[in-house]
């Protein structure tokens, strides 16, 4: 699987390549800022993109920006985006549109390399991963006065672990619970937060955005 990597911090960027290297991708660009990264991805089409958020010219949130326009391009992208700080706005912005093969990750989650080599495997697979320290702060954050305060402790667990991209499989070895508890908790989330059924898994990610958009 070919590669562009974006991140204007050189010695993070030679990492991030040789992480990806080593786990079996192919680095075609590795770039420093977000002209470059828009060039080398229209240049020579990548089956992934990790970008910076923050990067010049401006250090505001061009590598988002970038990504996100780079996906309207080519939908379907898979995109990991790295942030140095918890931003939910980022979170919610690169999420809003199609959340498929998205992923939001603080960059102290690089330094765990088979964590930030899951996490790049499931978005490059069509998944979405929301970094969990980021999910955390957000249900705490918007626990009063919005959908999610309706949730109980346990289904507030589960939301965070769906977030993370992880099946129904995946969060009930994590929470010592079956696979049937958890559908069942997930039928709740999707109730309390007004997610009806639909003809796709577009709900999981819903039901993360879904507390972003009602702030206390």
């Not at 505001?60 to 790295?82: F, K, N």
Request: with cysteine; aromatic share 4%.
């Amino acid at each position: 699987m070919r590669v562009v990597v974006a991140e204007d911090f050189v010695l993070l960027r030679e990492g991030l390549a040789h992480i990806l290297e080593r786990c079996g991708y192919r680095v075609v660009a590795s770039v420093g800022d977000v002209p470059a990264l828009v060039d080398a991805v229209r240049a020579d089409p990548p089956d992934l993109v990790v970008t910076d958020v923050r990067m010049p010219p401006d250090n505001t949130d061009g590598g988002l920006r970038a990504a996100i326009a780079l996906r309207r391009e080519r939908p379907g992208l898979p995109v990991v985006v790295l942030s140095q700080y918890i931003e939910s706005t980022y979170a919610t912005e690169l999420l809003h549109t199609d959340a498929a093969g998205v992923g939001y990750l603080l960059k102290d989650r690089v330094s765990d390399v088979a964590e930030f080599a899951d996490a790049v495997e499931r978005v490059a697979a069509g998944g979405t991963v929301i970094d969990p320290t980021v999910v955390s702060h957000l249900l705490a954050r918007n626990r009063a006065g919005s959908p999610v305060a309706a949730l109980t402790p346990r289904e507030r667990d589960v939301l965070a672990l769906m977030a993370e991209g992880r099946t129904n499989a995946a969060v009930a070895r994590t929470l010592y619970l079956s696979e049937q508890a958890v559908a069942k908790h997930i039928g709740g989330i999707f109730a309390k937060l007004g997610l009806p059924p639909a003809a796709d898994d577009n709900r999981r990610v819903l039901a993360v955005l879904a507390y972003l958009r009602n702030p206390p």
